[in-house]
């Protein structure tokens, strides 16, 4: 058990900083892969959809714009979390 608090603990910042970075930088790497996989499947998820009665074109691009959105603002949190390590 005394092992593995010496493990779990981090004497230092710079300590911290590697592991940190790995980290974000495979959470980054998964954001922007994700963002490529959904532009291209854009036209199936966001074309009119012929069983919905009050799909307009200004509701799917909204949708779309929110989703572009919510991952412009995960790919800038991750970098900036990698710019201040």
Do not use: T
Request: include cysteine; glycine fraction near 4%.
């Amino acid at each position: 058990m005394e092992g593995l608090l010496q493990v779990a603990a981090v004497h230092s910042h710079a300590d911290s900083v590697l592991p940190l970075r790995i980290f974000f930088s495979i959470c980054l790497l998964f954001v922007f892969l994700g963002g490529i996989y959904i532009i291209r499947i854009r036209k199936k998820l966001f074309d009119p959809d012929p069983e919905v009665v009050a799909d307009h074109w200004a509701a799917r691009n909204l949708r779309l714009w929110q989703v572009i959105l919510v991952w412009v603002l995960l790919v800038e949190l991750f970098v900036g979390v990698l710019w201040r390590l």
